[in-house]
């Protein structure tokens, strides 16, 4: 699995834009990029994916340049439901797939 | 629906006891997973089962023992409970492909305390 880097933490307010970026040097052609959101007290849940440019579903937006070698993830007007961990995962689907987190980056919105 | 089940949610053990896990998932996924995660920190992988009939071990698998017990069922044991192991505990599955990414699902955790 690709190693991932993500800011350990990041603080916002109600109302702004988001946006975290993971860096995945040594992603690989076959890699796909998941964001995973984790709130307290709760099991991750799956946000988006993407594989290269952008994707928009009702959460958020992933970009990813060209070179793909980072990725960034975009939430749109932040309200206090959206403090939570966010995780990077940066790897390829085989018959036997491991799915790695990291230490991911605890987002604090504030009123 | 279900999904990803645990049981039970909180346990309090004390040092040397043993006790199971268990997980169970409704969404016939093939993979399975188990996770721990101490305050503050993120996500470690514990054991995985790739399919019914396998398990291999992730990064943390020491002091526990896996059974992938059908394809809905995947328990964890800890035979010889260590306060270090004092820890949420979560378990995952998701339906892998091959070249096709899935996303994975989990269970809303066990907090476990060694004494």
């Known amino acids: 699995l690709a190693k991932t880097t993500q800011p350990i933490s990041m603080d916002s307010y109600e109302g702004q834009e988001v946006n975290i970026t993971c860096s995945h040097n040594n992603i690989a052609t076959n890699d796909y990029i998941t964001w995973y959101q984790q709130f307290p007290s709760q099991g991750p849940r799956f946000i988006i994916q993407g594989y290269k440019t952008k994707v928009t579903n009702e959460v958020a937006s992933l970009f990813i340049p060209a070179d793909r070698k980072s990725s960034t993830l975009s939430l749109p007007r932040v309200s206090l439901s959206d403090t939570a961990v966010y995780y990077c995962?940066?790897?390829?689907?085989?018959?036997?797939?491991?799915?790695?987190f990291g230490a991911g980056t605890t987002v604090t919105v504030r009123a | 629906n279900a999904g990803v089940t645990q049981t039970p949610k909180f346990q309090v053990l004390k040092t040397g006891q043993s006790m199971t896990l268990q997980c169970a998932q409704d969404m016939n996924h093939n993979s399975m997973y188990w996770y721990r995660q101490d305050p503050g920190m993120g996500l470690r992988l514990i054991y995985y089962?790739?399919?019914?009939?396998?398990?291999d071990k992730g990064e943390v698998p020491n002091g526990y023992n896996v059974s992938r017990l059908n394809k809905r069922e995947f328990s964890l044991r800890l035979e010889s409970a260590a306060p270090s192991q004092t820890s949420v505990y979560f378990c995952?599955?998701?339906?892998?492909?091959?070249?096709?990414?899935?996303?994975?699902?989990f269970g809303q955790g066990t907090r476990l305390t060694v004494v």
């Open positions: 089962s790739a399919s019914e009939g396998t398990t």
């Open positions: 995962l940066v790897g390829r689907v085989t018959n036997d797939y491991k799915l790695s």
């Open positions: 995952a599955s998701s339906e892998v492909r091959v070249q096709v990414n899935t996303e994975a699902f």
